[in-house]
């Protein structure tokens, strides 16, 4: 199950990079509904879930905090901007989710921003995966 879900950040990774390799605009990538699961596959509980998503976040520098029951707010800032997003999680599930951000080129209409938005929304998603894999 670890090897599935590090096959599925390297192709994340690789799409990324892919579509944002040329240019300084992309479309958001909000990732939606991913497995949440411990070592060797087995089922978590809804609190260790939140404590290897703060746990990932705070390892790649976003500052994250509880904003309801199964609802986390990360922010990251890096010089002038500043990223955002919202991840609402439960026991089997969390999600990484466009919420704001500041100097990133944001375009509501396209649903574009700054290509290294997305980098770190994939650096985040590694690090939660890290996480979790250890519970």
């Not at 599935?4 to 300084?24: E, P």
């Not at 976003?62 to 029951?69: G, M, Q, T």
């Not at 969390?94 to 944001?106: A, C, D, E, T, W």
Request: glycine share 6%.
């Amino acid at each position: 199950m670890l090897k599935k879900h590090l096959l599925l950040s390297a192709l994340l990774i690789v799409s990324v990079g892919l579509i944002t390799g040329c240019f300084r605009q992309s479309a958001i990538v909000n990732l939606h509904d991913l497995p949440a699961v411990g070592s060797s596959g087995r089922n978590l509980s809804a609190a260790s879930v939140k404590q290897a998503i703060i746990a990932g976040a705070r390892t790649r520098g976003w500052v994250a905090r509880e904003l309801s029951p199964g609802v986390i707010t990360a922010t990251l800032a890096v010089r002038a901007h500043t990223a955002e997003v919202e991840i609402p999680y439960n026991s089997t599930s969390y999600s990484i989710v466009y919420k704001n951000s500041n100097n990133l080129k944001y375009q509501p209409s396209t649903q574009t921003i700054h290509s290294q938005y997305n980098t770190w929304i994939v650096y985040l998603h590694q690090a939660i995966e890290s996480q979790l894999a250890v519970q």
